[in-house]
């Protein structure tokens, strides 16, 4: 003979599971920052990263026009083991490198390149709880801009695929020095 359970008490039990399932969500919530990138979240994928970086540091590759740039045809590189993501320019756009650093904290440091067709520039972002912090300047030791690749004090920054190591050239290619990742700094090699 079956067992009949009272409504009350079936009531009752789906009121937990509810609450139960509806919980955690609440109660760990926070506020989502502004962009979208969260330091509790270290799994982010490159192409998320690449689509939450400010406007204010690729003017040449607008948001709204992103989600398309990250289709096959127009990416070069997909590594998303090593970390590395390269989106092929024209004239009209830069050629973008996205290279994510590993923290000794298990956070990242997202480093990016545009490639222009007559410069280079080069940003590290912190990715805080409100957004992007720009630590460029703090974490690269004699850090240029490269408006000219002919300009004597040009400072290309070539993002690694693999390994920790940016290689700073030039603007004809050759190398100047190198700079190794330690964990939370770059530490320049002669």
């Known amino acids: 003979m079956a067992r009949r359970f009272p409504a009350r008490r079936l009531a009752g039990v789906g009121l937990l599971l509810c609450v139960w399932f509806w919980l955690p969500d609440v109660a760990g919530q926070k506020a989502a920052p502004k962009n979208d990138v969260s330091r509790q979240n270290p799994r982010r ?17 607008p948001r709204a026009r992103r989600r398309t740039l990250l289709r096959p ?37 997202i480093a990016v390149t545009a490639d222009y067709e007559m410069g280079s520039e080069c940003w590290l972002l912190d990715e805080q709880p409100g957004g992007f912090v720009d630590v460029t300047r703090n974490l690269i030791p004699d850090y240029r801009r490269c408006e000219d690749f002919e300009a004597a004090d040009c400072h290309v920054y070539e993002l690694p695929r693999y390994g920790t190591t940016i290689v700073v050239k030039d603007g004809e290619g050759r190398e100047r020095y190198r700079l190794a990742w330690r964990g939370n700094h770059f530490e320049r090699l002669p």
Do not use: M, W
């Not at 590189?77 to 090593?82: G, Q, S």
């Not at 970390?83 to 923290?103: C, E, M, N, S, W």
């Open 73 to 109: 045809e127009h990416v070069t590189v997909r590594d998303e083991r090593n970390g590395y993501l390269q989106i092929a320019g024209d004239g009209a756009r830069p050629t973008v490198t996205v290279a994510k650093f590993r923290r000794s904290d298990g956070t990242y440091l």
């Open 45 to 61: 994928t490159l192409d998320e990263y690449f689509l939450a970086i400010p406007e204010s540091y690729l003017p040449g590759v």
